[in-house]
């Protein structure tokens, strides 16, 4: 709509001053609002780590032991199959390695992950080995995402323990294969033997371990003993000496 300004002038005259387009002046009106109310921009805010969970370090080494054989995805997919009894497309492979990247992680299950090892002629920590310890962006951690972890996760480093076991864990594991061993079950390969001369290793040197600090306990416990009688034999002659003096 346009609008007319007119001013009275000194002689009595109206004078048309301007014509307003307050069309244009509302739409120029809003642009200022408009701009006024931009939010500002945001900062992108970098992750302080990555967090990985199981089945995304399974992913990941899955990927890694496809490239140790140097096969293709239908290579890999074709070597699966009579461990899995069926077939993945080369689509169902892709998408479990791309479960690294977290959009859609693929569960895997015990029977598939024991494929994997079979398959691909590994052992079955390959496939919780951590990845590298720092991601893409710079200076975030790669950590362990697990419901227990808490804001920043766990350190990458327990699955080197998980994997290896501790000195305390990994003795009941060679106790637990000795006994299965004494069993004498049949077809036993010639790396379960070496691994067998090696637990009864472990099983001996554990029982070394062990009859040295019976050994040490039972001096201790020795020198104790005396200690406690010199003790006795003191208290005997003092309660003595002061008896004769009562006497006096």
């Not at 036993?188 to 691994?195: F, G, K, L, W």
């Not at 099983?203 to 040490?216: G, R, T």
């Amino acid at each position: 709509m346009n609008y007319t300004l007119v001013i009275l002038g000194s002689t009595g005259m109206f004078v048309v001053s301007e014509l307003l387009d307050t069309q244009w002046h509302l739409m120029a009106r809003k642009g200022t609002q408009a701009r006024q109310k931009d939010p500002p921009k945001k900062r992108v805010e970098r992750p302080v780590y990555l967090g990985l969970t199981a089945n995304q370090i399974v992913a990941f080494n899955l990927a890694r032991a496809r490239e140790w054989k140097n096969w293709s995805q239908d290579e890999a997919a074709e070597a699966l199959e009579p461990y899995l009894g069926k077939r993945w497309s080369k689509a169902s492979f892709s998408q479990a390695e791309r479960s690294i990247a977290g959009k859609v992680i693929r569960q895997f299950t015990a029977d598939e992950i024991l494929a994997f090892a079979r398959a691909f002629d590994l052992p079955l920590g390959w496939f919780f080995m951590p990845p590298p310890p720092w991601s893409d962006e710079p200076g975030a951690p790669v950590v362990l995402d697990t419901p227990d972890a808490g804001q920043f996760g766990k350190p990458l480093a327990e699955l080197v323990d998980l994997v290896f076991g501790t000195p305390e864990n990994s003795a009941v594991l060679h106790l637990r294969l000795g006994a299965w061993l004494e069993q004498n079950p049949p077809q036993i390969t010639d790396a379960q033997r070496r691994v067998a001369d090696l637990v009864q290793g472990r099983i001996d040197a554990l029982a070394s371990h062990s009859l040295d600090q019976l050994a040490q306990m039972q001096q201790a416990l020795r020198a104790m003993a005396s200690h406690i009688e010199d003790l006795e034999a003191r208290a005997r002659r003092a309660a003595a000496s002061d008896l004769h003096q009562d006497q006096k």
